[in-house]
């Protein structure tokens, strides 16, 4: 079954291995997830942060659970 979620913001830490998704799922819930990328390996991206079951009912929410999770993320947002 191909995957139904909507990625509505997906932030990189520099140097692009590793990323945060935060996604909009069909109940109109959201979700988010820390992901990592290795060179090396042609597989792509993979969780590293196992945090997609969590359900968020705003994107305000969303974003602020995933900013107390990764610890690089704030930073990341910030212009």
Known sequence: MAHENKVIRS???D???FCVDVF???DGTYGYDQFRRDPEDGR???SIGHN???VFSSYEAV???AQKAV???SDALRP
């Open 11 to 13: 932030v990189n830490l």
């Open 15 to 17: 140097g692009e291995y």
């Open 24 to 26: 909009m799922r069909l």
């Open 44 to 46: 792509g991206w993979y």
């Open 52 to 54: 997609g079951d969590a």
């Open 63 to 65: 974003l602020a659970a």
């Open 71 to 73: 610890h690089w993320l």
